[in-house]
């Protein structure tokens, strides 16, 4: 055995230790990860595919793979644009003609990159299931003119899962194709993805991971819905394996071999422009930038370019290094302790490997005259925060179920009434208008408020996402 097959044996079995210590701390039934460092791939794997009826997790077991899906619809739109069928800066109706939204000057307006880099300015949280044929997309698609119009386009990023919903029909209409044989046509065939699907009748002929969700607070149960509608392939109905994630991350980071790039018509370069900063977002929960479907974190001098995926139970991640040839992937089938699982080992894979370790915010009580000014209630379709001043100077967000958005999710039908999530955040040290959340699973996820012109705060940017204040609340302080 030389020097190299004995560094490779040792790094697989600390991510393996890893794995199974992150797995057993979070209470997560299954995770499957995948590491690319300086030309060598490892993996390890944990766990069961369901609690229920459970399975040994490998390599090649399938997760939902959530939001990471929408870098799959960005490079297909790109693909695209390489091989002349569509300009990104082009408005969509150049290729929508029929597309009628809220606001019809944004109609007019609002192009295929603003669909990509979550600027388009509508609200993004609208799940309505429009049926399993072919029509799913167009269907959906013709109801957004219920969407309405939060700020002009291409002016502010709010996480838009609509809009990808919307490029996802781009792809049908210039291709004349379902938009999952497009992208089965245009990337999973000619890059040898054929762990890669979007139908159930595909998934269910293989090894397939369920989500779990805690009951109570407690007690994990299978989390049901298994799957999302079928409009909702453009934006995180893609099901995978952890190696075809990670020959997916190792894509971008190197582009393809020439004869497929040949076939492809997509170079490096162009691979490349989709991680350059289309704006920047400081304080975003997911990022300090945004390229061209992708995430952008700063790591040192560098970009670490990333993009995550929550489905229900399900948490997916995925990350790369191009100036260090390093890539990390994860999938887990629990929620909310994948997300946290996905995190913590996502930092200490990077610092052990590369060095550059991601810096954890640095946070600070304030007195309750400063924290008065972003008391509120905050909300769009789809998601709704309360706002109130905690007793140790802190703030409290009291998440709440949008019930607009549970009539969508059960097709009208009764679902029971879960409780306010809490949780507690304070002011970020030395950035005014940030916060950062402080304990549970989210502990350091960050985020911030916007003030208007008369300097008052009048949105807050909570997960990603813009809301708007809607109401004030009495200034007590939360128990």
């Keep these: 055995m030389n020097q190299s097959q004995s560094e ?39 766990g069961v595919t369901s609690i229920e009826n459970p399975l040994p997790i490998d390599e090649h077991t399938l997760f939902q793979a959530g939001s990471v899906g929408k ?10 644009e390489a091989q002349g069928h569509v300009e990104l800066g082009a408005p969509v109706r150049r290729y929508l003609p029929e597309l009628n939204l809220a606001d019809a000057s944004v109609c007019e ?54 809009a990808f919903c919307l490029a996802g029909r781009v792809i049908e209409k210039v291709t004349g194709e379902t938009y999952e044989s497009a992208i089965r ?17 595909e998934v269910m002929t293989r090894r397939f991971a369920v989500g779990h969700k805690s009951k109570d607070g407690c007690q994990l149960e299978v989390a049901r819905p298994w799957g999302l509608p079928r409009n ?9 394996s952890v190696s075809d994630l990670l020959a997916w991350a190792r894509f971008h980071l190197h582009g393809a071999h020439d004869d497929v790039e040949e076939q492809l018509m997509l170079d490096k370069t162009r691979l490349r422009a989709m991680i350059e900063p289309t704006l920047h977002m400081p304080g975003c929960a997911f990022g300090d930038a945004f390229g061209i479907g992708w995430f952008l974190n700063k790591v040192g001098n560098t970009w670490l370019v990333s993009h995550g995926g929550s489905t229900h139970g399900q948490e997916a991640s995925l990350s790369f290094l191009p100036e260090h040839d390093w890539a990390f992937v994860v999938l887990t089938n629990s929620s909310p302790g994948g997300m946290a699982l996905n995190q913590m080992a996502r930092q200490r894979v990077l ?6 370790v991601e810096e954890n915010v640095q946070s600070q009580s304030a007195a309750l005259s400063e924290l008065t000014a972003y008391a509120g209630e905050y909300g769009t ?7 109130t001043v905690g007793e140790h100077g802190e703030l409290a967000f009291t998440i709440l179920d949008d019930p607009e958005l549970r009539v969508l999710m059960s097709e009208n039908a009764e679902m029971t009434q879960s409780e306010p999530t809490v949780l507690r955040a304070l002011l970020v ?9 402080t304990s549970g699973p989210l502990s350091g996820t960050s985020g911030y408020f916007e003030r208007g012109q008369n300097n008052r705060v009048h949105a807050l940017h909570l997960f990603g996402r813009w809301l708007p204040l809607v109401g004030t609340v009495k200034m007590h302080k939360h128990p």
């Excluded at 209470?27 to 499957?32: E, F, I, K, R, S």
Aim: proline share 4%; hydrophobic share 40%; glycine share 10%.
């Design 8 to 46: 490779l044996m040792t790094r697989q079995q600390e991510l393996q230790d890893l794995i199974d210590e992150l797995a057993k701390e979070f209470d997560v039934p299954g995770v499957a990860a995948g590491l690319w460092y300086r030309g060598n791939a490892s993996y390890a794997w944990h």
């Design 71 to 80: 870098t799959f619809t960005a490079t297909a739109l790109v693909l695209l």
């Design 109 to 162: 307006q609002v192009t295929l990159k603003q669909l990509l880099n979550h600027t388009a300015g509508w609200e993004g949280d609208f799940f309505p299931d429009t049926g399993e044929g072919d029509d799913a997309l167009a269907d959906f698609v013709d109801r957004l003119n219920e969407l309405e119009q939060l700020t002009p386009p291409g002016k502010v990023f709010s996480y838009n899962n609509a």
């Design 185 to 201: 046509r245009l990337i999973l065939e000619p890059l040898g993805l054929d762990e890669s699907f979007f139908f159930r009748d």
């Design 232 to 240: 909702g392939a453009a934006a995180g109905g893609l099901v995978t």
């Design 351 to 356: 610092a052990g490997c590369t060095g550059p």
């Design 381 to 387: 379709r789809g998601m709704r925060c309360r706002v």
């Design 429 to 437: 040290t030395e950035h005014l208008d940030r916060y950062v959340f």
